[in-house]
Every structure is written in C-alpha cells, then in structure tokens.
C-alpha cells in the first residue's frame, strides 16, 4: 500500500521527558504543602523557551545553572570563619554549603515544601562571599564606601554575581523566588518567627536591593517558605559546626558554653543540629510561617551571642588583620590605577574583564569592576596576586645588566 501524501498538517512529536516534567509540575500540587511554591510559578526577568528547560523543572534548572557557575567552583578556597590556618578539618565555605542544603532540604522535605527551590537558594546563597571571610567583607565595604560604591554586602553581591557577572556579563536568568531568598538568607539575624513576604515581584526586589545597600542593617523577609527554611538553616549549619572548629583550635573548650545552651540544645554540634531542626520542624507542620519554640529560640540566641564573643571578635594571632586589610587597600589600588590607566596587561583584565560583555561593562564604573574581581576572588588567589604585584620579586641574575664602575 502505498503512503498516503496529503497536505494535511503533521502532529509533532511529544517528548517524552517533557511530558514527564509537566506531569512533575503538576503533581506538586498534590504532593506538596499548599503554602509551598510550585515550579510552575517560577518567574524569570527573561522569558525563556520551554525546550532550554528540557526535562528539568524550574527551580531544578536553576540549581544547575548555581552548580555550573564559575563562582561555585571558587567556595572551593574561600574561608568560612577561620583563615590563615593550616588544618584540614577546619570549615570552609564549600562545605557550609552543602551542610546548609542538606540540613534546609531536611527541614523542606518534613514540611512538604519544595526542595528543588530549597536546594538553589542554599548552593548559591554564599556566592558572593569576599575572600577572608566576614573580614574580608568588611575591608571590602570599607573600600567601596571610599570609591562611591555605598555599603558591600555580600548577600547583595551573590545575586549581582548570578544576575550581573556569571557568563561574562549576561548572567543566569535565575528565577525570582530564588534570587530572593539568597538575598534574604543573612542568618545572623536571629528570628524564632519568619512569616514570608509573599507579594514579591522583580521591581520590589530591586527596590530591597538599593534600600538595603544603604541600610545594611534592614531586616528584609524572604517571598516562600523555602527561602525562610534556607535562612533557618543557614543559622543551624554554621552555629554547632563554628563550634566544633573553636574546639578543635583550642579557642574554647566545651564546658565554656552557656550552661543553659547545653542543657536545652546539647553541647554537639550533631545534637545541636538535631534538637534545631527537630524543634523547627516540630514547632512549623501545618502553618503558613517556620518558628522555633520560645525555650529553644531563646537558647539559640544566645548560643550566637556566645560564638560573637567567644569566637567571631577574638583576635586570634595567626589572623594577621592588619596585613590582610592593608592588602587589600594596596591591591584594590592596583586594579583601579590600571583601569584608569586603560593598562590591559593588567590581570583585572586578562583574568576578569576579557570577554566581558557590553551589559555589564557599559554599567559598571571601574571601582564597581574593582569590588566585582576582588570579591570573586579565593583566598589563595588573593595572596598570590598580593604576592605578584605588592611584594618585591629578587632577580636571580644579573645578566644583562651594566656592570658596576
């Protein structure tokens, strides 16, 4: 027999894994909590087609796009609490991170929330961490206050970084729910209640941004439960875990802690974490808001006054302050007079600004192009270009040089 050629349109073909995704999304409205945030109503500032999603859903592409950034790659050498010390077992950012995303999906997954959307804010809530740490964020801060730039913070930075910098300028086209909550995630503010901020677009997020860059002291709520989960969490990771590092560097010993603290958290880091996330998630089933009870709200508060006074102002003597701020100053400096001089043998250059895109290049001063490379920077990479630029380089010979008269 033979085919029939008409002028009929043809049905195109269904993928398969698409067909799978959507019946995901749709699914999420049986399976998850109703005060969770589907995939489906992720908003992006750029349209995008649905095969560039493919088989992954919303919040799940946006995790990819956070685990493929060039900035995700560097939490690899960035100090969490502790820099300048030789000990491999002592904390750095890359493991917050995990320990943050394993503890919120944790959290997430009791809660009937959404843990793709968990899972993006907590990988890419620390992205725009300076080098050294809170210190070094506050040199950084110093120095863009001397050059207009106004406060430097570093949950500010990391959506600049994924919106701004990431693929040479044109950024990740991260969705809305997850940009906000890595802005909102600063969980050194202690909270035992988060109710979520729910009426969120891209134009109130801007407006949080430009207000909290003046107002670096500005409480600002994430728009989901998730991103109230994320900043939770952010406090539970790192709080029993600065602990244990404390510890084991013999800046404190455990029957230093409050007693109090002990006796309701426990004086573990496991335990503390286990007690938190029980009480959180215990204190949270079936409400539209994530709280701790008042007894172990109380406790964690103090817990975090204890670790700011005990650990976090101390002046350790491997520490080296005063060298690492001075750097600091002298290579921001360096970076700027090569900028104003157009000198493109420079590294800013070479190692940042090559390919950069007109987007972002016709949009940022030089000091801003300045802060933008130093804050991206590890640790080690910031000691090496100290190194290469501030410090004298012996020549090792002489040849070619005039002989003496």
């Given at each position: 027999?033979?085919e029939?050629?008409?002028?009929?349109?043809?049905?195109?073909?269904?993928?398969?894994?698409?067909?799978?995704?959507?019946?995901l999304?749709?699914n999420e409205?049986?399976r998850?909590?109703?005060?969770?945030?589907?995939?489906?109503?992720?908003?992006?500032?750029?349209?995008?087609d649905?095969i560039?999603?493919g088989?992954?859903?919303?919040?799940?592409?946006?995790?990819?796009?956070?685990?493929?950034?060039?900035?995700?790659?560097?939490?690899?050498d960035?100090?969490?609490?502790?820099?300048?010390?030789?000990?491999?077992?002592?904390?750095?950012r890359?493991l917050?991170?995990?320990?943050v995303?394993k503890?919120?999906?944790?959290?997430?997954?009791?809660l009937?929330?959404?843990?793709d959307?968990?899972?993006?804010?907590?990988?890419?809530?620390?992205?725009g961490h300076?080098?050294?740490g809170?210190?070094g964020?506050r040199?950084l801060s110093?120095l863009?206050?001397?050059?207009?730039?106004?406060?430097?913070?570093?949950?500010l930075?990391?959506v600049?970084a994924?919106?701004k910098?990431?693929?040479?300028?044109?950024?990740?086209?991260l969705?809305?729910?997850?940009?906000?909550?890595?802005?909102?995630?600063?969980?050194?503010?202690?909270?035992?209640v988060?109710?979520?901020?729910?009426?969120?677009?891209?134009?109130?997020?801007?407006?949080q941004?430009?207000?909290?860059?003046i107002?670096?002291?500005?409480?600002?709520?994430?728009?989901?439960?998730?991103?109230?989960?994320?900043?939770m969490?952010?406090?539970?990771?790192?709080?029993?875990?600065?602990?244990?590092?404390?510890?084991?560097l013999?800046?404190?010993?455990?029957?230093?802690?409050?007693?109090d603290?002990r006796?309701?958290?426990?004086?573990t880091?496991?335990?503390?974490?286990?007690?938190?996330v029980?009480?959180?998630?215990?204190?949270?089933?079936?409400?539209?808001?994530?709280?701790?009870?008042?007894e172990?709200?109380?406790?964690?508060n103090n817990?975090?006054?204890f670790?700011?006074?005990r650990?976090?102002?101390?002046?350790?003597?491997?520490?080296?302050?005063?060298?690492i701020?001075?750097?600091?100053k002298?290579?921001?400096?360096r970076y700027?007079?090569?900028?104003?001089?157009?000198?493109?043998?420079?590294?800013?250059?070479?190692?940042?600004?090559?390919?950069?895109?007109?987007?972002?290049?016709?949009?940022t001063s030089n000091?801003?192009?300045?802060?933008?490379?130093?804050a991206?920077?590890?640790?080690e990479?910031?000691?090496?270009?100290?190194?290469?630029?501030l410090?004298p380089q012996?020549?090792?010979?002489?040849?070619?040089?005039?002989?003496?008269?």
């Amino acid at each position: 027999m033979k085919e029939r050629r008409g002028t009929a349109t043809s049905i195109p073909e269904v993928n398969p894994l698409h067909k799978m995704r959507d019946e995901l999304d749709i699914n999420e409205r049986e399976r998850l909590s109703p005060w969770a945030c589907l995939s489906l109503n992720a908003v992006r500032r750029k349209e995008e087609d649905r095969i560039i999603k493919g088989h992954r859903q919303n919040f799940s592409l946006d995790t990819d796009r956070i685990l493929h950034s060039l900035a995700y790659s560097r939490y690899i050498d960035k100090t969490q609490v502790f820099y300048l010390v030789k000990n491999d077992h002592i904390t750095h950012r890359v493991l917050h991170v995990q320990l943050v995303s394993k503890i919120s999906r944790t959290i997430g997954r009791l809660l009937g929330l959404n843990e793709d959307l968990i899972e993006a804010i907590s990988l890419g809530h620390d992205i725009g961490h300076a080098p050294f740490g809170h210190d070094g964020e506050r040199f950084l801060s110093e120095l863009s206050h001397q050059y207009g730039l106004g406060n430097f913070l570093h949950s500010l930075q990391s959506v600049r970084a994924l919106e701004k910098i990431e693929k040479k300028g044109k950024g990740c086209n991260l969705s809305l729910q997850v940009l906000d909550g890595i802005l909102c995630h600063n969980g050194e503010i202690h909270n035992q209640v988060l109710h979520p901020d729910r009426q969120k677009d891209f134009q109130k997020l801007d407006k949080q941004m430009r207000d909290n860059k003046i107002d670096p002291s500005m409480d600002i709520y994430p728009m989901t439960m998730e991103g109230c989960v994320v900043r939770m969490a952010d406090t539970i990771s790192y709080i029993g875990r600065d602990i244990e590092d404390a510890i084991r560097l013999r800046l404190i010993r455990r029957m230093d802690l409050p007693e109090d603290c002990r006796r309701i958290l426990g004086e573990t880091n496991g335990t503390i974490v286990y007690t938190l996330v029980d009480d959180l998630v215990a204190n949270s089933l079936e409400k539209p808001h994530i709280c701790f009870s008042e007894e172990v709200g109380n406790a964690l508060n103090n817990l975090k006054e204890f670790n700011r006074e005990r650990i976090y102002k101390t002046d350790l003597p491997w520490k080296q302050t005063k060298k690492i701020e001075l750097m600091f100053k002298l290579l921001f400096q360096r970076y700027y007079d090569d900028l104003e001089k157009g000198n493109e043998s420079s590294d800013i250059y070479k190692e940042f600004l090559e390919g950069m895109s007109s987007e972002y290049t016709d949009n940022t001063s030089n000091a801003g192009v300045v802060r933008d490379f130093i804050a991206g920077m590890t640790d080690e990479y910031f000691l090496n270009q100290c190194q290469k630029h501030l410090i004298p380089q012996i020549k090792t010979s002489l040849f070619g040089l005039p002989e003496a008269p």
